[in-house]
Structures are given as C-alpha cells and as structure tokens.
C-alpha cells in the first residue's frame, strides 16, 4: 500500500542482534530481512525501503551483504557513539546503501559537539541527516542552535525532520524548518495515524495533504491502511496526546521517566516536580528506573 502510494521513503524496522520474530519488525541481518520480504517489490522501489539501526545493538558483521530490496540505511546514535556510528557507515557504503544519519536526543547536545557533529558528517558526506527531537521538546524559540549548526552542513545533503508530538508542535517546526533551510532538499518522517509509541509521530495523512500540490501522493491508499490496519491497531494500543509527555518535554527528559511515573501515580504536580528535579539535576538525558525512584521517594517525603 505504501509503495502505492508513491511515498519517497518506507521504512520496515530495525536491523538489531536479535531472534528474528516474524511478528516483530528487528532483523539479525540483512539476509533475514531479504528473505521477510522477498515476495513484495522490486528494483524500481529498492532505493525507497529504508532500515534503522544502533550501532552499539547491532554487530557490524550484519550489514555486510548487499541486499536484494533494501536502498538505505539510517543510523541512529548518541553523540557518544558518533565515531562508531561512522564505522558503521563506512561499511554500509560499501555494501551499496545509502546512508542517513539520526542522531539521538539533539536537544541535549552542546553547541561544541553539534560543531563536531556537523564537521564529521560534512566529511563523510552522507545522503541525508535528521533533526531528531527524541523527547519532543523543540519549540520554535528553542531551534536556533540547531539551525546554526545544519547550515553549515554541505550543499548536496538532505536535512531529515523526525519530531515527536508532545508538545504537539510538529507541524509549527515543519514549516519552521522548510522556511530556514529554503535551498536544501528536505525529509520528513511521519507514521500514517501518527502512530508510535506515545505520544506518537507526526501523521502521515496529514504531511501528503500539506506538501501535496502536484499531486504525487496517493491519500486514498493511505486512508485504506488506515481503515485496514492502523484502527484494529489504535483499539489495542495507546498513542497519542498525554499531559504526563508533555511534561517530560518541557523540561526535555526521556519520556521514560513519564511513562514509568503514571504507573506510580496519577499526579500531575506530584509527577511535574520530580520530573523537574531530575531535569535540574542534569539526569534526564538517558532513562534510568533507579533515579526515578529516587526522585519519587524524595520528592513524596518532603
């Protein structure tokens, strides 16, 4: 349905040291992956199927082998692994794919390592690399780093946007984007109903209805998905809008602190402060269940 309706890029999972599950969209390998899909598409869609992986959850022996399908791979990393992730680039160049990057949690980047972020890219001179606002914090007021550091990037590489909608300000920073990077070739990431795991991703539907003027993409085959597969999904499964990720994105921690945190209580302000104080504590950059109960048991017992 997606190859139907002209989509430039469809991404099918995650290339990931797993036990492949058919149920599941992780892949051990390129060759588990060809043999999932071997009955679907064909060379003129190849350069549009995308896989992502984690250089630290995936050994590099895995993508040495080019596939009979897949066109490129996206590489998502923490600023930590950036010279790992370049290793893994490397490799995935030699095997024929394309190669974006997305680096994780850009909202916690220093103006020091997205300068050597840019300057590593630029060298390696990938397809494309994405702004991706992993905890939905972006605001228009607070892009301008950001901004500062992607104009330096090279001419001929794509600027990806992959935004969250905890703020439900997807659509502000689109546009936001689209009017500062004027002269450079734009991706954006969206998932059909918006799906993904709360508080979900910017909605496919509505990205072909707003960039859609020549008429490229079909919404009818996305609205026939929709009604097939996404609303049997969205009965079963939780996603969308939730004051709790608000929170954790105003004050740009990981949304797991959120999510563990509604398990523990009901309460807003209870949550809104101790999510505060581990954001004052500069521990909110990766998600750890330990600091959330300490957090929780400090901030009960004042």
Known sequence: GLINS???????????????????????????????????????????????LRPDRLNIESIK????????????????????????AEVSRLYGYNVYFNPIVITHYSKNNLKTLISEINQFNPAGVSIVDTFGSLTINSIHNIYDAFVLLKEDIQIGLHFHENLLHGFSLIYKFIDLFKEKQ?????????????????ATEN?????????????????????????????????????EYYISAVYNVHRDYAEYLMKKTSDLILIKKIIREISVCLLGSKYEK?????????????
């Open 6 to 52: 002209q989509i430039d890029f469809i991404e099918l999972g995650f290339l990931e040291n797993c036990n492949y599950d058919k149920n599941r969209s992780f892949y051990p390998d390129i060759t588990v992956f060809d043999d999932a899909f071997k009955n679907i598409g064909n060379e003129h869609c190849r350069n549009r199927i995308t896989l992502m």
């Open 65 to 88: 082998k080019t596939s009979n399908l897949l066109g490129s791979i996206r590489i998502a990393f923490y600023y930590e692994h950036l010279s790992l992730a370049l290793k893994y």
């Open 186 to 202: 734009i991706i954006i990431d969206g998932s059909m109903y918006g799906m993904g795991r709360a508080p979900g991703n910017v």
């Open 207 to 243: 990205i072909i209805n707003c960039f859609n003027d020549d008429n490229k993409y079909c919404l009818d085959d996305i609205m026939l998905l929709i009604n097939d597969i996404i609303y049997p999904l969205k009965s079963k499964y939780k996603w969308g809008y939730s004051p």
């Open 290 to 302: 330990s600091i959330a109960d300490k957090y929780y048991e400090k901030i009960v017992n004042l």
